[in-house]
């Protein structure tokens, strides 16, 4: 809801994956389904002691070193979000949710937040991992700074 990130890149999160950029807390991805999936994501503040307290459990001795620890890969390329994937569809399933909404769908609506808030497109792809496919942006222009990255991601809010 505040990272914009698919859930096996959530699921692959290691300790060691939360990085500082320049005074910015953020989540490194490492890998994805694309090239453009490689980035850094800034920390919303919402998340940080979430992500703090995560680090530091992932660290002790004998857990596996993931942000979410434990987690057992299955299906199809034995991914870490398979499990937690089903049991997601289940849980939601239960509360009444209807099929079509997803853990991907939580990705869109950071999207469309992001978007409502004003956040440029080019901006809005670097947050989310999409490939900018534009001579100009894509090919001569360097990414946007991680500052202006943290700024965006603030601006998303959720009315609990």
């Known amino acids: 809801m ?7 890149e959530i699921c692959s999160l290691r300790a060691e994956d939360v990085v500082d950029e320049h005074g910015i807390p953020c ?9 453009a999936a ?8 919402a998340l940080k002691p979430l992500i703090d307290a995560l680090k530091e459990e992932a660290n002790k001795k004998g857990r596996d070193g993931y942000l979410l620890s434990g987690l057992v890969p299955g299906g199809p390329g034995a991914k870490r979000s398979w499990n937690i994937q089903k049991a997601f569809g289940r849980r ?12 991907h769908s939580l990705r869109g609506t950071f999207i469309t937040k992001l978007k409502r808030a004003g956040a440029p497109v080019m901006l809005v792809k670097e947050i989310v991992g999409h490939h900018v496919n534009d001579l ?3 090919q001569y222009s ?6 202006t990255k943290r700024d965006a991601i603030e601006l998303v809010r959720y009315e609990v």
């Open 2 to 8: 505040y990272t914009g990130m698919r859930i096996d």
């Open 27 to 35: 989540l490194q991805i490492t890998s994805g389904k694309t090239h």
């Open 38 to 45: 490689v980035r850094l994501v800034p920390v919303h503040s």
């Open 92 to 103: 939601k399933a239960a509360l009444g949710f209807p099929k079509e909404q997803v853990f």
């Open 136 to 138: 100009t942006f894509g």
């Open 142 to 147: 360097d990414e946007h700074l991680t500052e």
